[in-house]
């Protein structure tokens, strides 16, 4: 089993940043794809961005791209999606997810990949 523990969510005006973090325990996540979702109220989790268990290989969402960045660091078992220039539409409850069974340098866009999923973490971005 895997546990994801998301934090860093917050308030933030229109324009800001935010460092989002999700931390894993339970088992190494190093060889598993990990991705951050992302849900506003009445809408379908969307995928916001992916990294390989490389590391090496990233991919952002079409409604963030060139705004938002994902890394990793598996020293820590740590995931990070970094926040800029936020928008009043980003806000939503924000889940990172562990994709156990990806494959080298796969990156997992679709929810049906990932096997383990944090609480969230609340994102609102004020106009």
């Known amino acids: 089993q895997v546990q994801l523990v998301e934090s860093g969510g917050g308030l933030v005006q229109a324009g800001g940043s935010l460092r989002l973090s999700c931390a894993a325990s339970g088992r190494t996540v190093s060889n598993y794809a990990m991705g951050w979702f992302r849900q506003a109220p009445g809408k379908e989790r969307e995928f916001v961005a992916g990294?390989?268990?490389?590391?090496?290989?990233?991919a952002v969402g079409d409604t963030v791209k060139g705004r938002f960045t994902i890394s990793r660091d598996n020293a820590k078992s740590t995931v990070y999606l970094f926040m800029n220039s936020l928008k009043p539409e980003d806000t939503a409850v924000y889940y990172c997810?562990?994709?156990?069974?990806?494959?080298?340098?796969?990156?997992?866009?679709?929810?049906?990949?990932?096997?383990?999923w944090g609480q969230g973490t609340q994102v609102t971005v004020s106009s």
């Open positions: 990294i390989s268990w490389g590391g090496w290989s990233t």
């Open positions: 997810a562990c994709a156990e069974g990806a494959s080298y340098g796969h990156i997992a866009r679709q929810i049906r990949e990932y096997s383990y």
